[in-house]
């Protein structure tokens, strides 16, 4: 059974940093890419960071280039997302994701979600 479980989130003044993990379990992480989404109040979900299964490739919109950096441990089964000089605009629910594709269907697997909270 896929699990995804995120933590690290909470309030944080604008400029500073919070690092959220997503710890894995029932599949074979090594093999699986990995994303951080994001959810805002009366907003769409979207794509924050991508990371491939090595981990050498990583992916961002330009909405947090520069600031948010994603990486993976795949000894311990576990993705991050660093996130520096962060802004009221990067309030939102944060979740960890990742799919697989079995004949030809899609399997997509969620996290619970961890809040940010970006306020002074």
């Known amino acids: 059974q896929v699990q995804l479980v995120e933590s690290g989130g909470g309030l944080v003044q604008p400029g500073g940093s919070l690092r959220l993990t997503c710890a894995a379990s029932g599949f074979t992480f090594s093999t699986y890419a990995m994303n951080w989404y994001r959810q805002a109040p009366e907003k769409e979900r979207e794509l924050v960071a991508a990371?491939?299964?090595?981990?050498?490739?990583?992916n961002y919109p330009d909405s947090v280039k520069g600031r948010f950096t994603i990486s993976r441990d795949n000894a311990k089964n576990t993705v991050y997302l660093q996130m520096n000089n962060l802004k009221p605009e990067d309030s939102a629910v944060y979740y960890c994701y990742t799919a697989r594709i079995e004949r030809g269907v899609k399997y997509a697997y969620w996290g619970q979600g961890t809040q940010v909270t970006v306020s002074s």
């Open positions: 990371v491939t299964s090595t981990g050498y490739s990583t």
